[in-house]
């Protein structure tokens, strides 16, 4: 069999935390452009070396795990993720790169012994998959030496990167284009948009899918051609992108609510929350409200010795957000769904909560 660059190499099926979920395909050439592309970002080599805990078959895993092996680097699949194991990997390991979702460097940031941890044989520890609060990049970023950068990316294709040594001067922005990839943003009648303004970030990319599995209505939907001819695709994430091209994510577009003709954006409310000191994590929904059409209500998970309650909890983020931006509801939880790369499936919290209010 005779393998040609435009033949499908692989199909990876997107997380469905806002929809049904869609076979991804790429071809083999978008994989090799993948492949080159990344490892020039997280400067893979022969000496390479990555600790991979996430699962294989993921695309987070393959945006590590591709360059890796482009480059004849050296690849150890850890297995699940163990907190404590994780750092003695590190230590007889000694690997150069790495994958870390929120989750994970939250797991670690709690054990004493990641703080004694040698990270210095790290060349780029990635977050991906999830975001990751302006505290934990701040605190992942002390623990690791300064060794964290991030990839903001969806699945078709599209994707921005930031340098370890960029972040502490942009913690808000997921970085920059990487090569071959430009995105623009839009507003919801599909305008383009000036620098600085938020709308629903449009890309195209080199690696780029070559469509979804027999969904013909799907590809249709996710294309915006700009005014110059060139067709790019939807991500769903609302930004904002600077005149030096630095993004910054304000969340998906499903998540955005109107609550009284006003645009809420439920990453500006989540910020606030986990400035809290008894607070872990936040995530913020939006219900349905019989005056205002919507409402936001945080979901919150306290830190192991957080004690504050609800109640006491939305009036001080109401205090610190916009009148219009204020908080119906505080509902404290264990822990958040997620999917296998830690990112909130936002969709189960919003239908848990009406039966809490039944």
């Known amino acids: 069999m005779i393998l040609r660059p435009d033949d499908p190499a692989t199909i990876i099926y997107s997380s469905g935390t806002t929809g049904t979920p869609k076979g991804i395909v790429h071809s083999h050439r978008a994989r090799a452009q993948m492949a080159l ?13 990555l600790l991979l805990t996430t699962p294989p078959h993921t695309n987070g895993s393959f945006m590590v795990l591709l360059p890796t092996l482009a480059t004849g680097g050296a690849v150890y699949l850890a297995g699940s993720f163990n907190p404590q194991r994780y750092l003695e990997e590190i230590r007889r390991f000694r690997p150069t790169l790495a994958f870390m979702v929120p989750t994970m460097a939250q797991a670690l940031i709690d054990l004493p012994a990641a703080q004694e941890t040698d990270w210095s044989c790290f060349d780029f520890i990635v977050t991906a998959g999830a975001p990751m609060s ?6 992942t970023r002390e623990m690791t030496g300064e060794r964290l950068g991030e990839l903001w990316g969806f699945t078709e294709g599209v ?10 001067d942009h913690p808000d922005s997921v970085g920059r284009a990487i090569p071959t990839c430009e995105i623009r943003v839009v507003d919801e009648c599909g305008n383009e948009l000036p620098k600085g303004e938020i709308g629903e970030l449009v890309g195209r990319c080199a690696i780029a899918m070559t469509g979804y599995l027999a969904r013909p209505a799907s590809n249709e939907a996710i294309a915006w051609k700009s005014p110059d001819g060139h067709v790019f695709m939807r991500t769903g994430d609302l930004g904002s992108v600077d005149a030096d091209g630095w993004v910054t994510i304000k969340g998906r577009s499903k998540d955005m609510l109107i609550s009284g003709g006003l645009n809420i954006y439920p990453a500006d409310i989540e910020a606030v929350g ?3 000191p008894a607070v872990q994590d936040c ?3 939006g219900v349905s409200h019989p005056k205002w059409g919507e409402t936001p209500v945080a979901f919150v998970k306290l830190k192991p010795s957080g004690e504050v309650g609800a109640d006491e909890l939305k009036a001080w983020i109401n205090e610190r957000v916009g009148r219009h931006q204020r908080v119906h509801d505080v509902v404290l939880v264990g822990e958040f769904p997620r999917n296998t790369l830690g990112k909130v499936v936002k969709g189960e919290l919003a239908e848990v909560y009406a039966p809490l209010q039944a």
């Open 134 to 139: 302006s505290e934990l990049k701040r605190r």
């Open 274 to 276: 986990l400035e809290h």
């Open 283 to 285: 995530s913020v929904v």
């Open 37 to 49: 592309i990344l490892a020039s970002v997280f400067r893979c080599s022969t000496s390479c070396r």
């Open 159 to 168: 994707a921005t990167a930031i340098q370890p040594h960029q972040m502490k």
